[in-house]
């Protein structure tokens, strides 16, 4: 699936996350004092959610590539099992699309 400018979504939500963390990341490092115990807490608070939310965003990747990729081969295998049924569900998709198109 690709967006307006032709960037799959999944890399602009990668880039995304990666620049929220690493903004996260910098105010972590640079705001506050020290001293303070609420500032302590929040930091703290803060640096927990952002190693889970890393955590859980590559474990959603791990699982939608590992879906994606076990479906892939079920349509490869499918095709191969059923060579003239894949012709044949081929040949429809394209005229389907062909008739969409041409509507334009």
Sequence with gaps: ???????????????????????????????????????????????KSLK???????????SYYARAKQAVDRADEYVHDKPWQGVGVGAALGLVVGLLLARR
């Design 52 to 62: 889970e939310v890393k955590s859980r965003a590559s474990d959603a990747a791990d």
């Design 1 to 47: 699936m690709a967006t307006k400018n032709n960037e799959p979504q999944d890399t602009r939500v990668d880039d995304d996350l990666a620049l929220l963390t690493q903004t996260l990341e910098d105010v972590l490092n640079s705001s506050g004092d020290t001293a303070d115990q609420k500032y302590v807490e929040l930091k703290a608070k803060a640096e």
